[in-house]
């Protein structure tokens, strides 16, 4: 499952890889997708499992961006 901020990390890995702005765009990013994985995670329900893993996925690339990596 890729959610929008999964799929919208992945688009912009190339371009904001060692840019100056990426830590202020995707820190912020980070945030609101691992509170979303977070959320979904409290929920049973196959959909919301399949959510909370996209969103911690796009967490971690996020993370990842922001640092640098």
Known sequence: MDGPWFTTAKVT???ARG???APA???P?????QACGDEC??????????CARACRTC?????????GH
Do not use: G, N
């Open 13 to 15: 890995w190339p371009r």
């Open 19 to 21: 840019s100056a702005y």
């Open 25 to 27: 765009i995707c820190a």
């Open 29 to 33: 990013c980070a945030d609101v997708c």
């Open 41 to 50: 995670a409290k929920h049973a329900t196959e959909h919301c499992q399949a």
């Open 59 to 67: 967490a971690d690339e996020c993370r990842s961006m922001a640092a």
